[in-house]
């Protein structure tokens, strides 16, 4: 059974970098899906894409973020990672890891993180 599970700081405070990561487990980040991505929701806000990493290595980031984010991976962990530096109030949501295989994407359940001012 796959599992993908975020991990990190649930409280960062202004003008810092927020880093999370996601552990998979289950599946091979490499090998068995096309990309491995972070999604955020802000409350009261639809889901916002972040950016991606694609099995090639090659990543994507949304141009709002492209700035500010960065994405990696640990193939030997089967890990990759989100840092976003420069919080501000504003990045306080719940932030989502996924991989897609194409047909659907497995998630993992959130994490919470909140930017203090």
């Known amino acids: 059974q796959v599992q993908l599970q975020e991990s990190g700081p649930g409280l960062v405070k202004s003008s810092q970098t927020l880093s999370l990561t996601c552990t998979v487990s289950?599946?091979?980040?490499?090998?068995?899906?096309?990309?491995s991505a972070w999604i955020r929701q802000p409350p009261g806000k639809g889901l916002e894409w972040m950016g991606a990493i694609y099995t090639s290595g090659t990543i994507y980031y949304s141009p709002s973020l492209k700035s500010r984010a960065s994405i990696s991976r640990d193939t030997s962990k089967n890990q990759f990672t989100l840092q976003l530096s420069s919080v501000t109030p504003e990045d306080t949501a719940v932030y989502y890891c996924?991989?897609?295989?194409?047909?659907?994407?497995?998630w993992g359940q959130g994490t919470q993180v909140t930017v203090s001012s």
């Open positions: 996924t991989a897609s295989k194409g047909e659907y994407n497995d």
């Open positions: 289950g599946g091979s980040i490499t090998t068995n899906y096309y990309y």
